[in-house]
Each structure stands twice: as C-alpha cells, then as structure tokens.
C-alpha cells in the first residue's frame, strides 16, 4: 500500500542521518517510539518527539532502555508501527527484548548508531562493531534482518525498508547506523507519499473463533491479530503452539524455532540488498558496509587508478549475511578485502563463505574515526599480488 | 436443569487446566477475587487486557480468556504502558508477582506512578522468589529463611503501598488472600479510577515460604491472615510494613484523583501546538 501522506515531508533536504531515519520512520507509519537519550541516536527521536504529535502519535521517554525496547513492542500489539532508537551501551541492554520480539514474532525496528566501544567506550565517535552483537546478542537460536545505511538519504530509504521487512517477516529488524552517517549532513529527497511503498500489517482475516494466533499457511509468517479485537489471544515468550499456549516439549521448540530461522534464511536472497561496481573484471573485492563503503570507495578508485582490477560489493543487508553472494564471487576472484570499523566481525562471514576458494584480508579498525583509504588500499594492493 | 458452570470459567482458558500452581498457592484465589470483579464491575472483556512478567503470578496471563501478555522479567509494567498509549480504549492490567514487579521491575513501577498511567496493578506478594524455588526477595521479611538467605535474610523489606503511595499511584490497596470479597471489591474500584493503581495481595507460598519458615500450610495461612490481618481504611502507608509474624495491615490506603498521563499529555501538546496537533488516531495499522 502507498504511504500515509500525513506522515511523509515531501521535499529537498539538507538533514542529517538521524534526522533522515526518523523521516523514514515517519513515511512508513511509524506513529510511537520509545527512547532513552543516549549519544549519537538521541536526535532520531528528538526529532520524533517534534513531529508526530502533528502527524497524529506517541512519543514516551522511557526511564531505562529495558523499558523502551518492550514498551515498543506493548504498542505494536496495541496496533501500532513502532520502534526505539539507541546506542551501544543502550543496544546492550535491549538484548532481552530483540529475543523476545523475535520469539513473538513481534514486528519492531531497533535503530543501533554504533559508536566506539566496548562500554561506554566511544560515545561522540563512530564504529561499526555491534554486528556480530546485532545477529547473536540475545540469548538461543533466532534470526533477525538488519541493514546498514551509508548515507542520510538511505537513512530515510531504509528505514522504510527496515518497517516494510519488519512487517513482511515479524521479525525485529535491526538498523545498523554509525555515528558519522547519523551526524553527517546531506541532502535528502523525500518523495510523494505515493511513490512510497508500505507494507500493512500481516492482520489475519479469519474469525474470531477460527484464529489460531501461530498458524501459519504456507510462507512460515503467521497472521497476526491485536489487542482490543475480540481474539482474546495468548501471546507469550514461552516455546509456544500455535494456540500461542505454552508448550515446552522438544517437539514443539523444534518446530518453533526452525521456523523462526527459517522464515529468514529460506528468504535470505530475497532479503539480500547490496550495490555492486566493477565485478565483472575484479581480481579483489572490496566487501563494505555503512560509513566504510565510503572511504573504501576512494581507496578502490585509487586502486583502479593504478591498474588494478579491483570491484566493489557493498552490503546494505548485512543479515542474513549474503552468503550465497559471496560464495558465487569467491569462485571468480583472487582475494576479498574487508575493511571495518571494528577488530573484524563481517569479515569472518566472509571467510566463511569464500570456504577458502578466495583469500580474505581484514582491514579492522578500532573505531572512533574512520579508515585511512590509504590503509585500506594498502592491503587491496597486497592481496592483488 | 440448573446451570453447574462456575461462574468464573467464562473467564478462564478451560483448555489451559489444570494450571501448575502448587496446593495452598494463593495465586488461584488472586484470579477468581479478579474474575469476579469483572462480573460485578461488567467490564467489557473485549476491551480488557491483562499483562504479567515471570514468576508463579506471571502464568496468569496463561489462564485468563482475555488477550494476555506473559512477557519478560520484571518489564509488564513497560509493555502495559505502549500497550495502553497505542490504544486507549484498552483496559490494561498488570498482573505479576513481588519479585517480578518490586526487584528486577522496581524501576518501572515507580515511573509508570510518577507518570500515573492508567493501568490497574494487582501485584501477588507471597514474600519470596516461588518459580525459581524459593530465594529472597525484596519484600522477604526480615529473619525469614529463604534458599538464599539459609541463616535469615537480614535486609529490610520493601513496604510495597508505601513505595507506589510515595510514587504517585492514585488507588493503594492491601488485602490478603483470606479477604476474597474485599479483594474483588478493591479490583471492581480499581478499573473506576483512572490512573495508576495498586493492588496488594499477601498470599502464601506454602511449598516455600511457609514450609521452610516452619509457619504451617495453606490453612495455617488463612487463619494467620484472619488472626494478625487489621483493617485499617486510610493508613499511612509508613505503618503498613510487614513482619514475619506480626500484624498485616490491610484496607484501602490511598484513593486520590490526578490528571493521568494521557490526560496531561494531550492538554500540553493541545496548549503548545494548537491547530497543529492531530490527535491520535486509531493506530491500528491494517
């Protein structure tokens, strides 16, 4: 269905990244948020507190981010788009509740702009070293979709993208900024609501006395319904049935949790989105995310400049992790370069689906600045002998 | 032919029986007390949902036919406030147990009184941890032998109507498990106010609390309740602490009105932004 004109700023821009996430919010229907100020995220929701009480909405500040990041999920089941914005110490704490909107099958976005850790570490500067704690940071097996923006006008493309997915799948979708595209000031287009793309609720049609609130029909997403409709529903973090009922046997949390994994991973290539240049010729392949993608940029420009058939695979969706991508370019190319605002998290997805038919280079980086592109040029070189 | 259904099971999952509450608990009598001032107070049970953290209490988001929300640790309270924001119209209670609601969710009770969100709290303190087996909690009276405090515990307890009192809460009432009329009473005049609510039951734990502290079973219970229990209407909170022996204040201690959090909000964005705030809509996003 197309936006809900009401909450879309058509027009040119000059807004930041944080800015831009909290429009993109706003043109995908997002109507409540909840927040705990913390540095670089807080301007999304800022911004947020501003706006949506024009467009029709709720903002809480809540007292801790354990809060906000359940009482978003109270207000999805109350029928709204909803979602929370933090920072690493703060994405920490969230943890729990990223396993229990994924065990619900809650529909959610978590925007994390990434700063330098670990602990408080970092907090005016950027890094990109919560991805691996974005996939695996709650506890037991479970999936989750995250993105990573490299600019503020894909803050606002994908943040959209980020509630679209969110619904589609219900699933919590991570969105994985970084201080520098969070403060980084841009300009933003934001188009007509009805050249925006929205997808409504998976709300079930059956009756009430037909329901079953985990039944699935085919495509492994159930329907859900809400709070108020009359399906008196159960809905808990339990391993559940589909009566929603408890039901701690092997049998079902195998059934549960297969599920819950492979309603992503059976759709990973679809879910796959990245910007590719020069494979067709490329001996080395500059693997890049977020901020990074931008620096690595000029280091493969540089490259290029010397001869070197070096092509480019950035990664707009980081999880489920591309592999099938991957593993098709290891068997054509010499090396992967991968450079990244932290001691090496994505390469190692890397080098697991290159399986050892492509050599794989990090290029890490601590964080709180971003690479030299000459650091990372460096190593394309090396790997290119 | 008479009618043999309990009143009660209508709003009960029949399908969900037998629950795992052990003999003597006094979470079972917690729900009937709660179902039957939803008969007496004709709430509309389309419109009502009920939210419980972990623990004993937690599972009663299990067993009630109503849209239920048996959600993590100590955070009902939060998950009740974006329930109720994004739908008004819900009536929303929160249904946990002392440890859930005063340790691990004690920020959360505090802040959702400060703001008075229009939730009703039925908290079910039988003075300990139950679920995990019986360890201290926070409201665990002094002396007492819990798994975690084999030789007493000695840190004083939370008085819980004082601390909600302190906090904001518009409606503060303590009953026990033996005061099935009153408690239901207090339920019904709970869902008339509007605003953040509190309700106290001491229940026993007899398999835990009561076993290790050599105070006899479920029965013994009920007469402790009926001996020691003083109704006292309109007592300060500060007097309503508990002892392991002692007497148990209970009554109605805090009835007040103040405007609720949705309230406040809506005058203030109304008063700031005039023709420029759009009320909230239906959220529902179909």
């Keep these: 269905m197309k936006a809900d004109p009401r909450g879309v700023l058509t027009g040119v821009h000059f807004i930041d990244g944080d800015h831009a996430c909290c429009e993109g919010a706003l043109a995908a229907g997002a109507r409540f948020a909840a927040g705990y100020p913390i540095t670089p995220s807080t301007e999304v929701v800022e911004r947020f507190a501003s706006r949506v009480p024009t467009v029709g909405g709720t903002f809480i500040q809540m007292e801790d981010e354990l809060a906000a990041s359940i009482t978003l999920q109270g207000a999805v089941w109350g029928g709204a788009k909803a979602f929370t914005v933090t920072s690493g110490p703060g994405f920490s704490l969230m943890m729990e509740h990223i396993g229990y909107a994924a065990m619900t099958e809650t529909p959610c976005v978590f925007v994390d702009v990434q700063r330098g850790g670990p602990s408080t570490g970092l907090p005016t500067l950027p890094a990109q070293a919560d991805m691996m704690q974005a996939r695996w940071g709650s506890h037991g097996d479970y999936e989750i979709i995250a993105l990573c923006p490299n600019s503020p006008q894909e803050c606002f493309d994908l943040t959209i993208k980020a509630f679209n997915l969110a619904e589609e799948f219900r699933v919590p979708v991570m969105f994985m900024m970084d201080e520098v595209v969070g403060h980084m000031t841009e300009k933003v287009v934001i188009p007509p609501a009805d050249q925006i793309e929205v997808t409504p609720r998976r709300h079930t049609r059956k009756s009430v006395d037909n329901y079953l609130p985990y039944e699935t029909n085919g495509d492994m997403v159930p329907d ?37 994994q492979n309603k992503i991973r059976a759709a990973a290539d679809r879910i796959a989105m990245f910007e590719e240049q020069n494979l067709g010729d490329a001996e080395v392949v500059v693997v890049s995310y977020g901020i990074t993608s931008r620096v690595a940029q000029r280091a493969i420009d540089l490259a290029r400049q010397k001869g070197l058939k070096v092509g480019k695979l950035r990664l707009i969706t980081a999880w489920p992790f591309p592999e099938n991508k991957i593993r098709e370019l290891s068997l054509k190319v010499k090396a992967f370069v991968v450079p990244e605002l932290n001691l090496g998290q994505m390469v190692h997805e890397v080098e697991r689906a290159a399986a050892g038919k492509a050599k794989t280079f990090a290029v890490s980086h601590a964080g709180g600045s971003v690479h030299h592109p000459e650091d990372i040029l460096k190593v394309i070189v090396e790997a290119s002998r | 032919m008479s009618d043999l259904t309990n009143p009660v099971e209508p709003f009960l999952r029949s399908d969900r029986m037998p629950h795992i509450w052990c003999p003597g608990c006094g979470i079972g009598t917690t729900v009937n007390c709660f179902a039957r001032a939803l008969i007496e107070s004709k709430i509309d049970l389309e419109h009502l949902a009920l939210v419980s953290g972990i623990g004993c209490t937690g599972r009663v988001a299990g067993y009630v036919k109503l849209d239920s929300f048996h959600t993590t640790h100590g955070r009902a309270i939060p998950f009740a406030t974006g329930l109720k924001l994004a739908n008004p119209k819900l009536n929303v209670v929160v249904y946990s147990g002392d440890g859930d609601l005063s340790a691990i969710g004690g920020n959360h009770l505090i802040h959702a009184a400060r703001r008075n969100i229009d939730l009703k709290v039925i908290c079910v303190n039988n003075l300990i941890y139950a679920m995990t087996g019986g360890q201290t909690a926070p409201t665990t009276p002094g002396h007492a032998i819990t798994s975690t405090s084999p030789y007493g515990t000695c840190e004083p307890a939370f008085n819980l109507p004082h601390l909600v009192e302190a906090a904001g809460a518009v409606y503060v009432a303590r009953w026990t498990t033996f005061h099935v009329r009153q408690l239901a009473r207090s339920i019904a005049e709970a869902f008339q106010k509007k605003g953040f609510s509190f309700i106290e039951v001491i229940s026993p734990c007899p398999t835990l609390y009561q076993r290790r502290n050599k105070l006899g079973d479920g029965l013994d219970t009920m007469k402790y309740y009926k001996e020691k229990s003083k109704v006292r209407h309109g007592a300060p909170t500060s007097e309503a602490g508990l002892t392991m022996t002692g007497e148990i204040v209970v009554g109605k201690f805090v009835d007040r009105d103040r405007p609720d959090y949705q309230t406040l909000v809506r005058a203030q964005l109304a008063e700031s932004l005039g023709d420029r705030f759009v009320e909230q809509a239906e959220m529902v996003c179909s």
């Design chain 1, 224 to 260: 859900m319904a809400h709070a108020g409709e009359g399906y008196k529903f159960h809905v808990t973090g339990l391993t559940h049935d589909e009566h929603g009922y408890p039901n701690m046997t092997p049998p079902v949390q195998d059934k549960l949790v297969r599920r819950l």
